[in-house]
């Protein structure tokens, strides 16, 4: 009788687990959908930038503007000196998976690989938050997500989708006291995004209070596995430049407009000059600074959020990696850098979920706006 009473109990904990995954992966289509017939209203309703959008205005072609086309090139013919800046976890991947299915056609493999991964982050994203917190707020959490204004990176080409999967995964391995996995994790993510490097500190902070709960001193090194991440980089930039520091110098304002330093916060200043001033709002770029503050301010807002509930490791996560941004010297798709910082959905959810995805409600419409324009070749971050 207890054991089949335990194999029922298995069974409808795995039948539970199907659901949720279920109800995540028609959210996911859902959401895909709607991006897909918002992006199809543009194509004939906005006008083509010209100087950044690929020339035959095919539909398909919004899919390779900007850095998706970068990690397409380095996938198809390796690294120079100023890729070097995007790091090789997602180029790589497309180009193992464009070998094992035998297929040449590697903007379609990236754009796959890319939704596999946002999904299995909306899983991942899901399963910690609630772990963390509880079942209200994970849901809460993984819509904020994907309705957040600049989503539009989770669903093309780009790194963000492969960072968040193995940045979720990492945290939620260490609070599993899975250390050797969430270090593998913490690994890919170092390998994928710079901000990835700063992985280690939260994952250590979660080893050592492990450590000191269970008096367990030798498992959680594991944790150290994330430094092969960075490691690696360097190890194959030497290998393919003859430089390990090759994502370093390629940065410069000739190439990428980066150098440590206080210049992000002077562009947040002149942003601040422009919305409030209404100085320089004619010219094309105009919806750049208000993109940039809301960024900014999501990221602080979030930050409060997790220092008042004390959330440490996902606190040191958000800090340190935006501190990473913030010294580079400029401000430069610091809205796709934001989506990286998954703790920030969380703690933002904790707080909302009273009110029922409205604030994901109010996203909306941003999220519609810079998938249109981006589609057109308009700069969106």
Known sequence: MPRTFLQRKKYLKLAQCLKVIGAIFLLFVGWRLAMIAVLYIAHFKIPLNDLAAKPTQDFWDFSQNYDAGNFIDIARVGYNKVTAAFFPGFPLLIFAAAKLFHTTKLAVVSLVLANILTLGAMVQMYRYAKLTSDDETAWESMVLMI?????????????????????????????????????????????????????????????????????????????????????????????????????????????????????????LKSDLIIIFHKVNMNNDTFILPWTEVFAVSFALFGTIVLAFQKKWSELVFVVLGMAVILSSGSLVSINRYVISFFPLFIATASLTKKVKYLIAFLFLPLAGLYMAMFSKGWWVG
């Not at 968040?164 to 945290?171: G, M």
């Open 147 to 267: 309705a957040f204004p600049f989503s539009i990176f989770l669903a093309l080409g780009y790194s963000e989708p492969l960072f968040l999967f193995a940045a979720i995964s990492s945290f939620l391995m260490v609070k599993k006291g899975k250390f050797i996995e969430a270090g593998i994790f913490g690994a890919v993510a170092g390998a994928t995004r710079l901000v990835g490097t700063v992985l280690i500190i939260p994952l250590l902070i979660e080893a050592i209070i492990y450590a000191v709960k269970h008096r367990s001193y030798f498992r959680p090194l594991g944790v150290f596995l994330a430094l092969g991440g960075i490691i690696g980089v360097g190890l194959y930039y030497r290998h393919v430049l003859g430089d390990p520091l090759a994502w370093l110098h390629s940065y410069g304002p000739t190439t990428w407009n980066r150098s440590i330093g206080l210049g992000a916060f002077y562009n």
